[in-house]
């Protein structure tokens, strides 16, 4: 006898799609047979891992029969050195998306409401709705987010807002002053997000560092990855910093054991490494400046990034420029999921992998013409 178990699901989630991640290298070798495959589609760090974090995770392997520690108390300890935050502050994580995850179950249920932006972070309504929560979707302002609006949707029953900055994957930034004229518009029960995955990269004049706000609002959470200047994306940790309540309350549905041993001790590793933070800094302001001038002589329109990818503007048939470029061995992010359908998001590599996405690109462009 069948059931239909998706009718038996909770409505939030009978209403979604499966996350889709950027095409693996040996995903596309095995469909194209493309042996050199240059993969600039998931905003990975080109340099490779530090060669402290080899040599930490090569120590560890040791101990791999031992369960984690499971408060992640030398990370949390280094955590707090490197941001001047106390270490009972942190909430850790299997990646970012963890932490929003939480974030979502702590506070979100049936009859409350999210806001967030038009061309936000997909994990955003995924963990909404999940949670049986309304999402309130506020319009892009210049591919950004609208702050004011943002401020201004908040209703009598929304709990969290969720914002990104940089944004991906528009690669748009906010500055510090705009985020406090909007905290003061925000009301003080309502938890507000800041999701800093890419803030590493951001230079911009009056730079936000939520971090630094943070004594400021009781109701401001900070998220943070490891997963893209610090070159640890396979390894999955990132973190939250905020108030005592708030991280008391999201590491009681913290699962045990949720960030792995390796991780913790790559993560403590390439806090250390000052070197390769500044590297991986000076590759992706070289490439952004390789890659946006390369577009340009092309004439392809793209929106201006504080990120380490760029989303590029095409005309015409966009999936059948993404599928050239992948016969041709360049890996690339589509992103109509995120209404954007004309675009599609480069991230930025190593200066030959660039060199070889903008000659493909060339390449399929002329024969459009």
């Known amino acids: 006898m069948s059931c239909d178990f998706i009718a038996q699901a909770n409505l939030g989630v009978q209403g979604l799609h499966p996350y889709q991640p950027g095409k693996p290298i040996e995903e596309l070798q095995r469909e194209l047979g493309v042996e050199h495959v240059v993969k600039l589609a998931s905003n990975e760090n080109p340099l490779g891992p530090s060669p402290k974090v080899v040599a930490a995770c090569s120590a560890a392997a040791q101990d791999i029969c031992r369960y984690p520690d499971a408060s992640g108390f030398e990370l949390k300890k280094a955590l707090s050195a490197y941001l001047s935050v106390d270490a009972e502050l942190f909430t850790l994580g299997n990646g970012s998306n963890d932490v929003l995850d939480l974030i979502a179950r702590t506070f979100l249920q049936p009859g409350t409401s999210a806001v967030y932006s038009q061309h936000g972070f997909i994990v955003y309504p995924i963990a909404v709705k999940a949670c049986g929560a309304r999402a309130i979707v506020t319009p892009a302002k210049q591919w950004g987010h609208d702050l004011t609006a943002m401020a201004a949707a908040v209703e009598v029953d929304t709990k969290v807002i969720f914002i990104a900055n940089p944004n991906n994957p528009t690669g748009t930034s906010f500055a510090r002053a705009e985020f ?13 997000v800041l999701d800093e995955a890419y803030v590493e990269f951001n230079d911009g004049e009056d730079q936000l560092d939520g971090v630094t706000l943070l004594p400021q609002y009781d109701n401001l959470i900070v998220t943070r990855t490891f997963s893209k200047a610090w070159g640890l994306a396979a390894l999955r940790v990132g973190y939250a910093v905020a108030g005592q309540q708030i991280t008391d309350l999201l590491n009681r549905v913290r699962a045990p054991f949720n960030v792995n041993s390796m991780a913790l001790v790559a993560a403590e590793a390439v806090l250390a490494d000052a070197d390769y933070l500044a590297q991986s800094r000076a590759v992706n302001h070289d490439g952004m400046q390789q890659l946006t001038t390369g577009l340009e002589k092309l004439g392809v329109t793209f929106i201006p990034s504080a990120g380490n990818f760029i ?44 060199t070889l996405l903008l000659q493909a690109l060339a390449k399929v462009l002329g024969e459009q013409v």
């Open 180 to 192: 406090t004229d909007f905290m003061a518009q925000v009301p003080a029960h309502v938890v507000v």
């Open 311 to 354: 989303a590029a503007e095409f005309r015409g048939d966009v999936m059948a420029i993404y599928q050239k470029l992948l016969e041709q061995g360049v890996i690339v992010r589509p992103v109509g999921v995120y209404e954007m359908p004309q675009h599609l998001r480069i991230s930025v590599g190593l200066e030959s992998e660039n």
